[in-house]
């Protein structure tokens, strides 16, 4: 790859960079040459890596005292018991690429779902199945009412027979306090 210091030869190239790392390109080719452009992050070893040695622990461990175990239940006694620091998702790939434990299955649209949905949209347009769409949502919206209303009639008569009861129950004890003997005798 020839890179010319032109600003405008740069800019047009195959990948999509923004202009300010095009701009930082052409700067450190023009200080280094050929060795501005390496990137110097990859000389060092990332901050996060595993100390030495953690990794034969780790699948030690793993083949020999907790062979059943699945790799959450894993990690979280290789990290209480046995001081592992690596993140749970660096050790999962570590069993994993070393035969240790399964991967998941591959997630892909099944093949009944696919004819189910070709059986409900298959033969429509676009907007025939946002209209679909949309009438399902508003048939939704409505079922939701019509549930809300009926629950509201329902509170709505059993409030009234109480209110019933409590109008019986207070004219009776009205009525029969006002024929009281002790109040007929004052």
Not at 102 to 128: C, I, N, P, T
């Amino acid at each position: 790859m020839s890179i010319t210091v032109d600003a405008g030869t740069v800019g047009q190239a195959t990948t999509e960079r923004s202009p300010r790392t095009l701009r930082r390109w052409r700067e450190r080719y023009a200080e280094h040459g050929r060795c501005g452009l390496i990137d110097k992050r990859f000389l060092r070893p990332s901050k996060r890596r595993l100390p030495p040695g953690q990794l034969e622990q780790l699948l030690r461990l793993s083949r020999e005292r907790y062979t059943g175990f699945n790799v959450r239940h894993f990690h979280q006694i290789a990290t209480r018991e046995h001081g592992v620091t690596a993140a749970y998702s660096f050790v999962k790939q570590a069993l994993q690429a070393a035969g240790f434990r399964a991967r998941g299955r591959h997630r892909q649209r099944r093949e009944a779902s696919y004819y189910l949905w070709r059986s409900k949209f298959g033969a429509m347009s676009v907007s025939d199945a946002k209209r679909v769409k949309e009438v399902e949502t508003e048939n939704t919206r409505l079922k939701k009412l019509l549930a809300e209303s009926l629950l509201e009639n329902e509170v709505m008569r059993i409030y009234r027979s109480i209110v019933e009861v409590d109008v019986r129950i207070n004219y009776t004890l009205s009525v029969t306090y006002e024929d009281s003997p002790r109040r007929l005798k004052q």
